[in-house]
């Protein structure tokens, strides 16, 4: 039975537009737990109550709706102190939790492997850290459900000292995971394939299109290892990378992250930087847009954000604007008619996986060099390392070795210029 909820977003500073998105927000979030959603309050204000966050006023309002609708938890859509929630829970008589937790609790639920289960839970003490005396003194954290995952029962009641101590080994604990991932990316860059990141907002719809890219060119009895879908926010965390063909034969490495949303946690994104930063040794970006979401533009926004935070901006992108076929409007696509490379595509739609197949070679390969190579047959290692990674057009053995007409990276030309055979 779904827990039922009551949610609260403080209006500081926003459009009508804006408040109504965050509140639609806040339910979906409630929701990827399972919680039902009895009750949406809002409130404008000009600045925040320190004690309450709203004021004492609607404190007394959201108390008698939750008695009226049964609630059993509040959300609030505001990060709040550890004093602003014990002294909300003295008053409503029921749990109450921020955006903030929120989060942090879907990302315990959805956290597979280690490395992602120590980012979530090292995230969830950093939150809890300058709020346990309030914590402490607050209702029991012996509860299941929504606001209750993650760190556990017990840790809640750990002291200052041993929080900062189990922080310090889950950040050695990561250092080593880092290591380890860093000779396994080191791999996949020696292998010369290029490897592809899909970036964007949670939901939007990029592990269906990696799905889809990685099972382009295989038979149907062929056994593809396809990523978890759902629709849902954060329907997967886990950093997955799986290998796919080109139109053009070539092989690339697909590399699915995880989803963003707006005002994610700061000590979130600290915790999985490392993973996030995977984008960093891309050749190619596909941010993944949902075109047919209210707030797409603001979502476009937050994505460009973290690629910036990353580092990544002088990567090459192409915006893959998905979900077509659930637009309304198709004259919202010339908005983005100043956007050089882009698509627009439904990704359950076979065609317009081809589409954006050529839009990625187009990109992919725009800088790589034509040439003519003769390599001798005592340097065949080199047309072995040319045909693992590359799809030339043409291959030849004749007397004095192998003839390959083929399109190098800049990098790979460099090293073989030397066997061109236009070479003067």
Known sequence: MNQRVITVTVNIDMDEKTLEDKVIELEKLVEALDGEVVLSLTQNKSYVDKAFYVGKGKVNEIKDYCEKLEAEFVVFNNELT???????????????????????????????????????????????????????SGFSRQQGGIGGKGIGEQQIELDRRIINREISSITSQLKEIEKNRSEIRKKRINSKQP?????????????????????????????????????????????????????????????????????????????????????????????????????????????????????????????????????????????????????????????????????????????????????????QKIVSNILNNYMPEFVEHIETGSFLKVSLKKEDYEIYKGYEVNEK
Do not use: W
């Open 82 to 136: 550890g004093s602003q929630v014990k002294n909300l829970e003295e008053i409503i008589g029921i749990r109450v939790i921020d955006r903030t937790n929120l989060i942090l609790d879907i990302f315990s639920e959805r956290a597979r492997t280690k490395e992602a289960k120590l980012q979530v839970k090292l995230a969830k003490l950093k939150y809890t850290l300058p709020r346990l005396s309030a914590l402490r």
């Open 195 to 379: 490897i592809i990141s899909l970036i964007g907002y949670t939901n939007a719809g990029k592990s269906t299109l990696i799905n889809k890219l990685i099972s382009y060119g295989k038979d149907e009895n062929s056994e593809i290892k396809e990523v978890f879908v759902k629709d849902m926010l954060f329907a997967t965390l886990d950093t997955f990378v799986r290998e796919g063909s080109l139109l053009n034969g070539s092989r690339v490495m697909y590399i699915d992250t995880v989803g963003f949303v707006s005002d994610i946690p700061h000590n979130l994104v600290e915790s999985f930087k490392g993973t996030l930063e995977e984008i960093k040794y891309s050749d190619l970006i596909l941010h993944v847009v949902d075109i047919s979401n209210v707030n797409v533009d603001e979502q476009i926004k937050i994505t460009n954000d973290m690629i910036k935070k990353l580092e990544c901006e002088d990567k090459n992108v192409i915006y893959v604007f998905n979900k077509i076929d659930k637009l309304a409007d198709e004259n919202i696509k010339f908005q983005y008619a100043n956007i050089e490379n882009k698509v627009f595509i439904s990704a359950k739609n076979d065609e317009d996986i081809i589409l954006l197949l050529k839009e990625i070679e187009k990109v992919l390969f725009s800088s790589l060099v034509k040439t003519e190579l003769l390599i001798p047959y005592d340097k």
